[in-house]
């Protein structure tokens, strides 16, 4: 009865050992993991490698890094090479069955990194909501909107939906429009918004600007100016309030001739 039990206190030592071993070789793998992510997003930089391969390439060097300390870790506490990888097939089945929606999402996730429908800092549309690429994390993609809200979007509604990227190209198309009152002169106006718009460095020449008037239901006329903006050179919102005030002058300076003409005629 002696040497049984002083066999199975060797034993259940030996476990115990072989478990505290193996717990040693996840917890440097977990430090080896993060030094490998760092040291590959750093090396990725400084060869000016695009962002969203460098955030591929440092995920999956850290995911299989801590798979290998996992793997190391049963290994050793198991000392059966066999039984972990028949273990980890079960448990992966496993996993995949409990967490659909996230192995679902990480997976789109990495097919976002792979095939870059749209990149980091992109504007992007999805159903309702409009923002600025952020990040693509493994779960989610973080949208930032104009209005400083954050967004986050699962990875699969990315992936199987409609994306509208509205700064794949590099020009937009902007619009105005401006109500006329009655008493302007609108004879010419029209052109001499146009040239004042030609004269502008931040308005595309190519395609020109499109000034038009609209007639209105109830009976007057709206100015529609419709031009085209390089948005990564120039600030759209800055562009617009400068366009608005040519707009306004244009008006206002056709009213005054149309006022003097009048009076004249009056004389």
């Known amino acids: 009865m002696g040497a049984m039990w002083d066999w199975i206190s060797a034993h259940w030592n030996d476990e115990w050992a072989r478990f505290i071993e193996g717990l040693l070789l996840f917890l440097i793998s977990v430090v080896l993991a993060a030094v490998v992510r760092s040291a ?28 290998l300390g996992i793997i190391a870790f049963f290994t050793r506490w198991f000392e059966n090479t066999a039984l972990v990888f028949g273990g980890f097939g079960f448990f992966a089945l496993a996993i995949s069955l409990a967490f659909q929606d996230i192995l679902k999402n990480f997976i789109a996730g990495i097919f976002l990194l792979v095939e870059r429908p749209f990149r980091l800092g992109d504007e ?14 493994m779960r989610t993609t973080t949208l930032r909107t104009s209005d400083g809200v954050q967004v986050l979007i699962p990875n699969s509604l990315l992936y199987t939906g409609t994306i509208s990227n509205r700064t794949r190209y590099p020009a937009r198309l902007f619009t105005l429009t401006a109500k006329l009152p009655e008493d302007a002169a609108v004879d010419g ?6 040239q004042q718009l030609m004269k502008r460095p931040d308005v ?24 085209w903006l390089d948005y990564r050179k120039n600030d759209p919102l800055v562009v617009q309030a400068a366009v608005g005030q040519e707009i306004y002058k244009a008006i206002h300076s056709s009213s005054v001739a149309a006022a003097t003409k009048k009076s004249s005629t009056r004389r």
């Open 189 to 194: 106006l029209p052109d001499r918004v146009r």
């Open 40 to 67: 590959a997003r750093s090396q990725l930089k400084r060869a000016h490698v695009d962002p969203q391969v460098i955030l591929l390439v440092s995920r999956i060097a850290y995911l299989a890094t801590l798979l």
């Open 124 to 137: 992007i549309a999805v159903e309702t909501h409009t923002g600025i690429v952020e990040n693509i994390e």
């Open 204 to 227: 595309a020449k190519e395609p020109p600007p499109h000034v038009g008037l609209q007639p209105n239901i109830d009976g007057g006329l709206t100015l529609e100016v419709r031009y």
